[in-house]
């Protein structure tokens, strides 16, 4: 329960809510999510779940689920791990509700 509370607090600080769609799928390429995310032959799954699919705190529980295997698989595709601020990460997450 506590890496769950700790989780939060986290992401609480971290996301602001106030995406933009354009700059979300402008860093959704330029961060190489797309090489993975848009190709169904690399097994991971397509990010679009329409209006409201996601919010900060469903990305942090992905992220904390299944973080350790896409790192794996990004590294044997010579991907780096993506960083983002927060206003990035915001804009992403608007970027995948408007798919």
């Not at 509370?5 to 996301?15: D, E, K, P, V």
């Not at 699919?53 to 689920?65: F, H």
């Not at 350790?68 to 993506?82: G, Q, S, T, V």
């Amino acid at each position: 329960e506590m890496r769950q509370i700790l989780g939060y607090i986290w992401a609480r600080q971290r996301f602001r809510g106030d995406g933009n769609t354009a700059r979300g799928g402008k860093l959704f390429t330029e961060k190489r999510c797309a090489a993975c995310h848009n190709d169904p032959s690399s097994g991971a799954p397509k990010l679009g779940k329409g209006r409201d699919g996601y919010s900060d705190i469903t990305i942090v529980a992905a992220l904390w689920s299944h973080g350790p295997r896409m790192l794996d698989l990004m590294a044997r595709k010579n991907i780096p791990w993506p960083r983002f601020t927060a206003q990035q990460m915001s804009d992403v997450i608007a970027y995948l509700n408007s798919l």
